[in-house]
């Protein structure tokens, strides 16, 4: 069915389930009138925890989010989950698709579940991920959890959008070095390691307690806890979910939280404005393009100033 | 020592390994006399055989290298080596810094090995990845490897930029599972499976062969082979440099492979205008920024409005 703006500004703030769908739809497909309702509901925003949630594929994400998921619900609040999921670049298409998701949460009505793609080097993920989260946040959700597949640059560019940055590890994976290499490291505000009953979550979790006091100790400002869990058995849940809160208190009370807060906002606008503009270039000069490259192969001009008027074009 | 640009250009293209070094020092640093020399170097480009190499940590591509390195040497070609080195996104030094290659490679002098980090969220890694390709390419090297760790858009990006691009997949790590979650099956245009040695080395060879038989298969279009190999015993290593030179006289001979190498310029001057915009647009609007960032806080404005203002002020 058709809303006008009104309409779905309307029933979106209400918590219809069907127009949060049908908007973040439009956001998706960059549909001008998503944009002018979303800048509308934005008002509305700032009430959800989002917690971003991101580790090597295989670290048990999907089954820690709906732990956590079935938790909060006996707990009365509502949930809403987006998953990432990466593109193919070349077919445009989510590769997952409807993603299987073995879990009792995907059968739970009362919990939103929403894959989105990536969108190959075109960007648009982390804008339209961020579009859902205000939409999810302004329609009343108390918890929006973001979870990402892969730990890319990408995929931490999405997960610092979030309040609370979740880093799920496994033990032997080599997985405490995979982190630091991945530059999540001081990206997380929280530190998971799942699978804690397999051997080796001990020794993990000393090499993060010793990579952490490697990092600068400013007063006030907030110390990653790391907490072991073991999500197919919900062991641990309950003392991520205590960690979880102490995080958004401490975002909602200290000076430093409401420093952080500023640094998401200020990411978050970077982030959309990066993907607009790669959009509006991309669009505005693709004859132009062609013929860019066609110089570039005779060697008559070079990538670097070829760039150089793709942008020129773009702006005339 | 200072070179003047002329003498920039002359010894690069003479393959002086202290001007390359310094030539990529200052395409790093986004020196804009870089940029004139690169521009001017690029006609000497087009030799070279560039290769990506990409899979999940831990899949041996380090030791792929050296070992692909060591033979080449064997054969007298030149061969350069760049490693991307995801960086932390908040102290933006790079994390691995002088990585350790346990190798014969970094201790011949003849082989070039440089280490370039990611830049946080402002990018950059795509265009300096880029720029040092070419002023390799140009310095007269026959082979340039660039490694990349993981498997995120951003690090897909870099490898299709790239005439040939390298997945490398373990058994046993669910990597045939993974490879489809990247989005990288279909950007690869030879696959490894090393550490071949282990369970389920087969297997795996079957999935990945399965997965190809569901693309289309469009005539004169590139096959992509499954190679075997155990890096650390050099095993499989004549195969993969076979592959290697069979793709890279696809590229050279069949209209398809013309097709691609268009591609692959589009992709690369694309790549360079994203990152050159973006990086434009924070220099010039930082001020700005901070004044948006108040008010989407205070919900008197929202994310995407605020990085369409970002935009237009840049634009002024």
């Known amino acids: 069915m058709q809303y006008s703006d009104q309409e779905l500004i309307d029933r979106v703030a209400a918590g ?5 769908a049908r908007l973040i739809t439009l956001s998706e497909n960059r549909e001008p009138r998503a944009f002018k309702v979303q800048a509308e509901l934005f008002k509305k925003t700032g ?6 949630i991101t580790g090597s594929p295989g670290a048990g994400k999907s089954t820690l989010v709906d732990a956590l998921a079935s938790e909060w619900r006996k707990a009365g609040k509502k949930v809403a989950i987006i998953a990432i999921d990466p593109t193919s670049p070349f077919s445009g298409g989510a590769i997952l698709g409807d993603r299987i998701r073995m879990s009792r949460i995907a059968e739970d009505p009362e919990v939103f ?3 989105m793609a990536t969108r190959g080097s075109l960007g648009g993920v982390s804008r339209a991920t961020l579009d859902a989260v205000h939409i999810l946040d302004a329609a009343g959700f108390d918890i929006v959890l973001v979870e990402t597949v892969g730990v890319g ?3 931490v560019d999405i997960v610092r959008t979030a309040d609370t940055c979740v880093v799920v590890l496994v033990p032997g994976m080599g997985d405490s070095v995979q982190a630091i290499k991945a530059g999540i490291l001081e990206i997380a505000d ?10 080796g979550a ?20 907030w110390k990653p806890p790391i907490v072991q869990t073991v999500a197919t058995e919900t062991k641990g849940i309950d003392g991520m979910i205590k960690a979880l809160s102490e995080h958004a208190a401490w975002l909602a009370s200290s000076p430093q939280g409401k420093e952080k807060r500023l640094q998401i906002l200020e990411h978050s606008i970077r982030q959309i404005a990066e993907e607009l503009l790669a959009e509006q270039i991309f669009e505005r000069s693709r004859p132009e393009l062609k013929k860019l490259v066609q110089r570039c192969l005779e060697r008559s001009s070079d990538p670097h100033s070829a760039a150089n008027e793709l942008i020129s074009a773009a702006r005339r």
């Open 16 to 20: 219809d389930l069907r127009a949060v």
């Open 47 to 52: 009430r959800a925890h989002v917690i971003g």
């Open 113 to 115: 579940i929403r894959s």
């Open 153 to 155: 640059q990408a995929e």
């Open 190 to 199: 929280l530190f998971i390691i799942n699978k804690a009953d397999r051997e």
């Open 202 to 221: 001990d020794s993990l979790h000393k090499d993060i307690r010793v990579l952490l006091s490697l990092s600068e100790d400013k007063p006030g400002s």
